[in-house]
């Protein structure tokens, strides 16, 4: 799909977005482990998502879409060898979730992926596994994955890097394999998995230890049917809040939004450039945090006191991990410079982020300088329209529709079609914006 687009628009009004994505797998998940049927209310839901669903179909689950989410009826009994292959799509979180579930169920399967996901490296969950005593065969580490078997074993699992996927993946694992395991993650990630194992009865006992964090889940718990609502996904919010603080006359409200702390890194920088933003209706939900953000047009400035620019680096990067891209577009409107630091892990995404990051912002203009796995963005920046491919990758298309509307002129966007992984039905919820009156300047040719 190309997408036309004229930029220095102003953006005004609320919204409601679709289902946080990862709340949304680990939700499937859940209901298909537990006994019963399980509600799910999610509104929209992305590609990713759906593969999570089709593969727990696959697996045995029995699921139904029902108006606004989905009812799910299954449990560990029901789940066996699929015929096929589990085709996880774009998404490694169903591919690593899910190798997880079937490795502790001693379930024989095969996982493949698109073009993106055979290029993304397994081998980190491949060894991580073998230490469990799990034979997983692979392409030079990537998928196609075969799990050909072997009884997963629990005990002490040090991860070799931070890793939600990682991370639950193992305790998916030890839930269904009634194991005992201490996970050993070295610093910080998203802990939707904790959480909702807690919210649904398990005791997961959660301790940091300097730099890492100890997650231990103990023999013989039971996982209860609960049913789940899903807040919007906070990850979808950052690209619609960056672009109105970038925009003149902007003021936007995302409603219903989740605010879990290992996911809002991207609000503690605002806080730091100055922004103007705010928080209203915040709830502690049953477990994951939630309420509705807004911001307003704002003079954005990188550099802190005694003029050192604004630092992102490993001790919060596990909390803003998907949005780098888009703060790095912001960064384009903050005064002074705003380095990326330690962005390893954001090599091994849906692309090579920190180059493909670089990639589009040079096309719109923009100053930056790339030191190993470090990307500096000097601002404020004027940018210019531009035309380009936006690539496989979700979040680099929605960053590129941010620089459109950023620049002066008419942008143009080719491939824009891979936002549906993460952001279902783009163009309709954008036109809940402008007072309901449409977001008129985006044309599909
Ligand atoms: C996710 C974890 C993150 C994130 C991904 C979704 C999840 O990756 O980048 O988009 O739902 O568990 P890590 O496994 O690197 O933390």
């Known amino acids: 799909m190309q997408v036309r687009l004229q930029g220095q628009q102003r953006l005004r009004g609320e919204v409601i977005l679709p289902a946080d994505k990862s709340m949304l797998h680990r939700a499937l998940i859940l209901g298909a482990l537990s006994a019963g049927e399980t509600q799910i209310m999610a509104g929209h839901f992305g590609d990713d998502n759906r593969r999570t669903l089709a593969n727990l179909q696959a697996l045995g689950a029995s699921l139904t879409e029902v108006d606004g989410g989905f009812a799910i009826v ?106 005992a395991v201490q996970v050993i993650e070295p610093g910080e990630s998203r802990d939707h998995t904790e959480r909702m194992l807690a919210m649904a009865g398990v005791q997961v006992e959660v301790q940091r230890k300097s730099n890492a964090t100890h997650i231990c889940l103990s023999k013989g718990q039971k996982l209860k049917k609960r049913d789940w609502q899903v807040p919007g996904d906070f990850s979808s919010a950052s690209f619609l809040l960056a672009a109105a603080l970038g925009l003149p006359d902007s003021e936007i409200i995302v409603r219903g939004v989740g605010l879990n702390g290992t996911r809002t890194g991207f609000l503690e920088i605002l806080q730091e450039y100055g922004a103007e933003y705010g928080i209203e209706h915040w709830s502690e939900g049953e477990g994951e945090a939630l309420g509705d953000v807004w911001v307003k047009s704002s003079k954005l400035n990188a550099k802190q006191a005694g003029d050192k620019p604004t630092r992102i680096g490993a001790d919060i990067l596990g909390r803003l991990l998907d949005e780098v891209p888009v703060l790095a577009v912001l960064a384009t409107q903050a005064v002074g410079v705003t380095q990326f630091c330690d962005l390893g892990p954001l090599r091994n995404k849906e692309s090579d982020r920190v180059q493909e990051t670089a990639k589009l912002l040079e096309a719109f203009g923009a100053r930056i300088e790339i030191h190993a796995n470090r990307l500096d963005v000097y601002g404020p920046t004027t940018l210019k329209a531009t035309q380009v491919e936006v690539g496989h990758d979700h979040r680099l298309a929605l960053c590129a529709f941010v620089l459109a509307l950023l620049a002066e002129g008419e942008s143009t966007l080719n491939g824009f079609e891979s936002v549906e992984v993460s952001f279902p039905g783009f163009r309709d919820i954008l036109k809940q914006l402008e007072g309901g009156s449409g977001f008129e300047h985006i044309h599909r040719v």
Not at 79 to 99: H, V
């Open 74 to 179: 299954g449990n560990r009994e029901m789940l066996s060898a699929p015929c096929e292959i589990l085709d996880c799509g774009n998404s490694a979180t169903t591919m690593r979730l899910l190798l997880g579930v079937c490795a502790g169920l001693g379930i024989k399967a095969r996982f493949d992926g698109d073009a993106s996901l055979r290029t993304r490296s397994m081998q980190s969950l491949i060894d991580v596994f073998a230490g469990c005593g799990i034979d997983i065969v692979s392409q030079n580490g990537c998928a196609p994955l075969e799990l050909r078997g072997g009884t997963f074993k629990g005990g002490e699992v040090v991860l070799p890097h931070a890793s939600a996927q990682l991370k639950s993946a193992v305790l998916l694992a030890a839930l269904v394999a009634n194991e």
